[in-house]
């Protein structure tokens, strides 16, 4: 069976991840984003979101890399700002899908 692997990368918050006053969490929320962007523009980052729904609220996105290394996408993930800052924690593992899959389209939405 002919499959595509990614690194499949879960961002968690730590039960420990330290508080910071309001605009450092924004700064660093955006330094997060930003560093993610240009993950995704190297193509390093076949895609990465936000989860909603999850039964355990630690696990707060996932991250799909596309490195072919497990070992050079952690060294990739914990590069990320908010895991840097200890907000997020990641845990890695690869992913087999059929060819392609990462290609099709998923339902648009728009979140706030």
Request: net charge negative; charged share 25%; hydrophobic share 35%.
């Amino acid at each position: 069976m002919d499959l595509e692997a990614f690194e499949l990368v879960l961002l968690r918050r730590p039960d420990n991840a330290p508080d910071y006053p309001d605009e450092v969490l924004e700064r660093i929320q955006a330094e997060h984003l930003e560093y993610h962007a240009r993950l995704r523009d190297a193509g390093l980052i076949a895609t990465n979101g936000p989860v909603d729904g999850q039964p355990d609220p630690s696990l707060r996105g996932l991250a799909f890399y596309r490195t072919g290394s497990v070992d050079r996408s952690r060294h990739l993930a914990e590069g990320d700002p908010a895991v840097q800052a200890g907000r997020l924690a990641v845990e890695i593992m690869t992913w087999y899908c059929p060819p392609g899959t990462m290609s099709q389209p998923g339902r648009g939405v728009s979140l706030p």
